[in-house]
């Protein structure tokens, strides 16, 4: 009990602001790294080195098509999803002070997969093709509402679980039923494709048709920060340090419903990504959740396209699909965040 | 258990001679042993498409009790008109029992257990195999005339089939070894055919080498954009499929990257349904094909003669 | 001076009448103690004070002006709220945390100065647990994470403080640490509501003191008069010793009385059965 002279850290905040920009750099230069080398892959021959000189203009003309068409909105879209799930994934953990919380696991990639394909079989996005991103986008409110609703207010982490699983079964149930009703003989095979996502044969135009929809939601997420800090006392807290709980809620969803909506539309339902990627830089930010959710979104937009490369190793002509490997990764790993974590769950 | 022999001794000599006479008379009535001869089916039942289409091209419609209901789907069937108003069925044997059919046709990809169902309840199944060469048509054409009983018919669509294939290919260049560009089919989803598939039988009686073939795919496979791309077929075959029924299959042949055409290659598209069936409609697009491959030549005379000569 | 007022507070949860007619007011410097016993309303009293529930009729203001129309932020600068369930979601270091003290104080853009580190040193130091600032909340004992909650209700600065059950919990020592701050902090100017269950801290520590019974004000002044013999039978049912020792009153409840009325009891079961 004696009395500390008052000897404020001033370097401290420096330290930590220059941990946080060395973070944020150290980060982008991954994702530069990792977004060219991913143009190099590819059933075609043609490598990074060759994409490189491609995008500069030079190269035989399918190379140039192949990557200007082909390889480059891939990365770029790959970027954008990887970037939306992890933003997603941190605001959710904040929000629900819940690190096991993501958008695939409770649910709202399932029912923005569902949105996505009813527009898209019913051919609702052939005659207007803003109807894609909206019907995922209004499929991941729909998933958000009903988890408020089973988990709501005082439901802890197994609440949110089961309930993300309820949903997961209800989305995918009713987007099988759909494919399997749609008049083309090649729905019913689609599936695959929605339920374990993959960014093969995406081109330009699937970019410019999420690319509104996420920068809206990203805007809204990633100025959650102050909100999310101030939650970590809990909502009484939160409220009593001036923060509008109501309208951070209505961020939160709205912003998750459109990045992860519109994310979903164009690649199909990925899942895991949202719930390793804060995890595994939380310790990098000592833990605070509001610092967490930009690095999130770049680790995201690294990790989905190493995944994206990693698909189309194995088999060249024949890729696997990014559900797969997530869930190779992240299964695991979420089982061993749950035993980690036991003794809070129940 | 005694044989029948013995009954017929136990008889008595007589009726054990007079039975066997009788048995005589009856399989020699019957033709040559196994050539069963029936009289001409008059409810026939196609469970396949290509054999639908073979029915209605033999001019059988008025003996058809039911067709597939691809048959009447313009993606699927090159005469769906002529399919209206007939029953049409989803390849099952309980759609097909209820209409008493004498003679029921199926294509080697039906499902065998609705096959070996209709066989045992003492029904005519005739399986048609797939057509994966241009000689398979004739056969197939044959093998429909024979179990409808008209066979005339037949040899007549076989031999106009043969006349009509004469002529387009014998218009066509000389097949010069390594001459003829390649062309590659790339339909919803990225399939493909190889070399021993209708439409490579299609492509190559048009004078063109089949480009998947030099990928190594044998019947049909799936091909990625990417190397579509990269290959450099100087003939592009979309097989595109009806307006509507959307799904991502389909949504690939509408991919940005193929709609920047490169200089020298040429992009069509075909329906799909041409390549599904050997029927002689084929015809059609090796016409068309034939056409384009004339074009070519034309254009590579010309730069042959616009080329300067070389001292 | 500021003050801090409800008039004719009255408060409804979930269709049940929590307060009615509450009329409570703490000015800078003041030390108050709500007490009363369970379900008495105070926790509701405190929150909706805080501005964390909405109430039915009357009003709250803080310097006449009401507390509805206070921008959220100024609010939470003018008035820090300590709850019972201080849980932390993460791992934080202990600095961090009672840093969030000052968001109220801190724009959208703006992140801590000088001056905000200041004030939370300040804090860590008034709780004593300024040598724990780098450890994680996660790894302190109770004593240590109540401490450092209110360091963080401290670094708000604000002109009052409302504190719930602040020493539940909490051994001798530690309760005794953590009632001295706060009085320290209402001889600095700040005005101090706490809700206490211990009704001898509540006499010694208090200047005044608020007795809520089923949602009303029972008795309200100095602790002698509010913890007379006649209130603690009439409110809380029990008999009590009463006591001086350094100039102020000791209260040692020492037995129930006869059955209270709004008591209803329970059925006996531990009867055995008719033969």
Known sequence: MSARPETPPIEGRAGVLRSRAVLLAALSLALGLVFVASLGFGPADISTVDALAALAGSGSEPTRVIVMELRLPRALLGTMVGASLGLSGAALQGFLRNPLAEPGLIGVSSTAALGAVLTLYTGIAGAFTLALPLGGVAGAVIGVALLQIIAGRGGGALTLILAGIAITSMGGALTALILNLAPSPFAALEIVFWLMGSLADRSFAHVWLALPFMAVGWVMLVTLGRPLDALTLGEDTAQSLGFDMRRARTRLVLGTALSVGAATAMAGAIGFLGLVVPHLLRPLVAHQPGALLLPSALGGAVLLLAADIAVRLPFPGNELKLGVLTALVGGPFFLWLIVAYRRRLT | ?311 | MSTLAAENLTVELDGTTVLRGIDFTVSAGETVGVIGPNGAGKTTLLRALAKLIPYRRGRISLDGRMTKELPDQEHARRIAYLGQDGTSGWAVSVETLAGLGRLPHLGPWRGPGDADRHAVARALAACDVADLAQRPVNRLSGGERARVMLARALAVEPEFLLADEPIAGLDPAHGLQVMETLTGRAAAGTGIVIVVHDLTVAARYCQRLVLLHQGRVAARGAPAEVLSPANLKAYYGIRAHAGQVDGKPFIVPLARTEARTDIVPLARTDEPPEP
């Open chain 2, 1 to 311: 258990m005694k044989p029948a022999g013995g009954d017929a001794r136990g008889l008595g000599r007589p009726w054990g001679a007079a039975l066997a006479a009788l048995l005589l008379a009856l399989s020699l009535a019957q033709g040559p042993a196994g050539a069963v001869e029936p009289p001409k089916p008059r409810r026939i039942a196609s469970l396949n498409v290509c054999t639908d289409q073979l029915l209605l091209l033999l001019g059988l419609r008025a003996r058809l009790v039911s067709v597939t209901f691809l048959a009447a789907d313009p993606s699927s069937s090159a005469m769906p008109e002529a399919a209206r108003g007939l029953h049409l069925n989803r390849g099952r044997a309980e759609e097909i029992l209820p209409l008493r059919p004498d003679l029921v046709l199926a294509g080697a990809t039906a499902a065998t257990p609705t096959v070996q169902l209709l066989r045992r309840l003492g029904h005519r199944v005739v399986v048609v195999p797939l057509a994966t060469r241009l000689d398979d048509i004739p056969r197939n054409i044959e093998t429909v005339a024979r179990a409808t009983g008209e066979q005339a018919r037949g040899r007549k669509l076989i031999a106009e089939f043969r006349k009509e294939l004469k002529r387009i290919t014998a218009e066509l260049p000389d097949a010069r070894k390594g001459a003829a560009p390649s062309a590659m089919l790339f339909g919803p989803g990225g399939v493909t055919s190889g070399a021993q598939s209708l439409a490579g039988a299609i492509i190559t009686a048009a004078g063109f080498t089949n480009g998947m073939a030099s990928f190594g795919l044998a019947g049909v496979g799936r091909v990625s954009l990417e190397l579509v791309l990269a290959a450099r077929p100087r003939l592009l075959i979309l097989s595109s499929l009806k307006r509507g029924n959307p799904s991502l299959a389909r949504g690939l042949l509408s991919h940005p990257a193929l709609g920047r055409a490169p200089a020298g290659r040429m992009m069509i598209r075909i329906n799909h349904h041409v390549w599904a069936c050997g029927t002689p409609l084929v015809l059609g697009a090796i016409r068309r094909l034939a056409r384009i491959r004339a074009r070519l030549a034309a254009q590579a005379r010309l730069a042959a003669q616009e080329r300067p000569i070389r001292p």
